[in-house]
């Protein structure tokens, strides 16, 4: 799915349910990254497929440990960002590592279904998941996935929120 938006919804409702658990900025990043390689094909008219090499499980692995390296130390600056949307991180490399893992692979997996040109299971060649699904269902699925994620999001946000509004006052007595 070059440079469309889709790969955010999978990504958006995988971050928000795994939220803490992993880094969700890493996430959502890790979704859309692989986009890279078909933009690369097209601006350098290299003689290659679209959906190549990194398109691939074993690909899309090297990409997930390069783009967690490259996330550990802007981290602080990611979770800054992601706390003005109400959701307060302090980020490990044990929860940036498998977000990146996650999102590639979800990545790799809903491309899959779409372009023949993929061999997600490189070194092996050719591409089982071709013609299970549609072009159009795909697409469906990461819209719904992505509206979803964005109802798990509002959703974690009115709890946050409520359960602080109901907090007990402190008892003067108890601080005495």
């Known amino acids: 799915m070059p440079f469309t938006p889709y790969h955010f919804g999978p990504g958006l409702l995988l971050g928000v349910v795994l939220f803490p658990l992993i880094d969700i900025s890493t996430m959502i990043v890790a979704s859309v990254v692989l986009d890279l390689e078909p933009l690369a094909v097209i601006l350098l008219n290299l003689q290659s497929p679209l959906h190549g090499f990194f398109h691939s499980y074993l690909g899309a692995t090297i990409v997930a440990v390069i783009l967690s390296l490259a996330i550990w130390p802007v981290r602080s600056s990611l979770n800054t960002i992601v706390s003005l949307f109400g959701l307060q991180q302090e980020s490990s490399f044990r929860q940036i590592l498998p977000a990146s893992l996650i999102g590639?692979?979800?990545?790799?997996?809903?491309?899959?279904?779409?372009?023949?040109?993929?061999?997600?299971?490189?070194p092996l060649t050719g591409n089982p998941f071709i013609g299970i699904l549609m072009v159009s269902d795909v697409y469906n699925c990461c819209f719904y996935l992505g509206l979803l994620g964005l109802g798990v999001y509002i959703f974690r946000i009115l709890f946050i929120y409520m359960r602080e509004k109901i907090k007990p006052e402190p008892d003067v007595f108890s601080t005495l």
């Open 104 to 122: 590639v692979y979800s990545h790799v997996f809903l491309d899959s279904f779409i372009y023949s040109e993929m061999n997600p299971f490189f």
